[in-house]
């Protein structure tokens, strides 16, 4: 078989996706491979397998009826879970996604946040553990930037790192899952944030959250600790790099210099974009944030 005419830059590059270049056709003269070839034929060769997976599906989909085993009902997929589908889809398929499990004590930080009183009124303040961890994700996100940036052009190689610091928030809605943007949490004090979320969460419940809060975020925190649960593995919100997921905090025997002690532990997954950041850095991500939301972080000195 002839040699198919190319540069040797284009065979590497060709090596490096692992394509066998002699089965991509040249677009220049007597059919020589560009850069250009190979990229369109790695996009023809991801569509049809997008596509087989799409007509297999369609095949199992229709091997059987579901009315034939019992009573049903067919209902519309809500919306808002219609419109997002795609968006989950394309960050499944296209981001590797790897997964960190950690806990966090966050014994110090519950003991503040239950003593917090109006320092007017002398009413306890009812802040969520939320809007703490959003203040110890944005502090995390300063010293690590890669979490707070996007791939821009895969093609190019860049990635965009933000500058601003807009925490994602994942709001269960009897209409499906939105994720508002809680913009410049690092300028905001603890009950600024507490009182944000709780007008963000409003607005997408009731619908009249602006299209444009729902984009332009730096990275998302999805919390089941209101349902329940411990780890689990959160899609990231493409174009973000990671996506924090928060369980339900218990209290724990711990060991502790030498001895069992209770503390209350809460349950961390960090999903990460494996393109822009390796497991070592979201591990040091991890300890970084669990030390934020431990005793010595200044949390405190933010309400």
């Known amino acids: 078989m002839s040699k198919t005419p190319a540069s040797p830059k284009v065979r590497k590059f060709a090596r490096e996706l692992g394509i066998d270049i002699n089965k991509v056709a040249g677009s220049e003269r007597q059919g020589r491979v560009t850069e250009s070839d190979i990229?369109?034929?790695?996009?023809?060769?991801?569509?049809?397998?997008?596509?087989?997976?799409?007509?297999?599906?369609?095949?199992?989909?229709?091997?059987?009826?579901?009315?034939?085993?019992?009573?049903i009902e067919t209902k519309d997929i809500p919306r808002v879970k219609r419109l997002s589908s795609k968006?989950?889809?394309?960050?499944?398929?296209?981001?590797?996604?790897?997964?960190?499990?950690?806990?966090?004590?966050?014994?110090?930080?519950?003991?503040?946040?239950?003593?917090?009183?109006?320092?007017?009124?002398g009413e306890k303040k009812k802040i969520t553990p939320l809007a703490f961890i959003i203040k110890a994700l944005t502090a995390s996100l300063k010293r690590f930037p890669n979490f707070n940036s996007s791939i821009d052009e895969i093609e190019k190689g860049k990635m965009t790192v933000k500058k601003y610091y807009h925490v994602g928030i994942a709001v269960d809605t009897q209409h499906g899952l939105m994720v508002p943007k809680l913009r410049n949490a690092d300028n905001k004090?603890?009950?600024?944030?507490?009182?944000?979320?709780?007008?963000?969460?409003?607005?997408?419940?009731?619908?009249?959250?602006?299209?444009?809060e729902l984009f332009g975020g730096s990275m998302t925190i999805t919390s089941l600790g209101g349902i329940g649960g411990s780890f689990f593995t959160p899609i990231?919100?493409?174009?973000?790099v990671a996506i924090l997921g928060v369980g339900k905090s218990e209290?724990?025997?711990?060991?502790?210099?030498?001895?069992?002690?209770?503390?209350?532990?809460l349950p961390l997954s960090l999903s990460y974009d494996h393109r822009i950041i390796d497991g070592a850095e979201a591990a040091r991500f991890n300890n970084d944030l669990k030390e934020n939301l431990g005793k010595n972080f200044a949390y405190k000195l933010a309400v």
């Open 251 to 265: 209290k724990k025997q711990v060991f502790i210099n030498g001895k069992f002690v209770t503390r209350i532990m």
């Open 39 to 71: 990229k369109l034929f790695v996009a023809s060769k991801s569509n049809e397998r997008v596509k087989n997976e799409n007509r297999n599906y369609e095949t199992i989909k229709q091997e059987y009826s579901h009315a034939e085993f019992g009573k």
């Open 87 to 121: 968006y989950l889809m394309n960050s499944w398929n296209n981001i590797p996604h790897v997964t960190n499990h950690d806990e966090a004590d966050i014994t110090e930080l519950e003991e503040f946040r239950t003593s917090l009183t109006d320092i007017y009124s």
């Open 189 to 212: 004090n603890i009950s600024l944030i507490s009182s944000e979320l709780k007008k963000l969460s409003d607005q997408c419940r009731s619908l009249k959250i602006d299209k444009k």
């Open 236 to 240: 990231i919100n493409f174009p973000e």
